[in-house]
Every structure is written in C-alpha cells, then in structure tokens.
C-alpha cells in the first residue's frame, strides 16, 4: 500500500505540467482511461493520431524500420504536444 502512495506522489509531481511540457497524446488517453470525459477537438486528435501511427507502421516493409518507427511514434506518443494532431495533415481522407 506504501508503495504504490510512493509511486502515486511521485507520479504527481514529475507530470509535463509541472515542468512547463504541453499535454500529449498519451496524457489524452489517461485522461479518458480515468473516465474523464474528452473535449471534440481532443478526441478527433486522438483519432488522427491513431490513423497516422497505424497508416505509417504499415507502409514500413523493413522490420527494423518498423521498430524504429514504432520507437519514434511512442517518443511523439509521450512528449508532443497532442494540438499537433489536430492539423490538416493529419485528417482521415
């Protein structure tokens, strides 16, 4: 029980908001895992989101390139700021 308040508290205190990082796209699904309802625009960037990763793995016909893909899409997953996916670039067609 100790250990998970530990982890708790320190979850807590090393988020990207309290080191001055915007909210990612993984920090959009912890929200709506937590039951916290997602705004439209939050939601139509999770789904682009989801759209581009599975369009880009699939197009890689290397194994290595699909890992090292799949590595740098975890990266963006973490640490980019989830507005980017709401860009034109990244609509479903």
Do not use: C
């Not at 090393?14 to 439209?40: Q, V, Y």
Request: aromatic share 10%; charged share 30%.
């Amino acid at each position: 029980m100790e250990l998970n308040y530990k982890i708790k508290n320190l979850s807590e205190l090393f988020t990207k908001k309290s080191i001055g990082g915007e909210a990612s796209i993984n920090d959009l699904r912890e929200k709506e895992f937590s039951g916290i309802p997602l705004s439209k625009d939050e939601k139509r960037a999770l789904h682009n989101y989801d759209n581009y990763r599975i369009n880009l793995l699939n197009a890689q016909e290397d194994e290595s390139l699909f890992h090292t893909t799949y590595r740098q899409l975890q990266v963006i997953a973490n640490l980019g700021d989830w507005k980017e996916f709401l860009k034109s670039d990244y609509e479903s067609n």
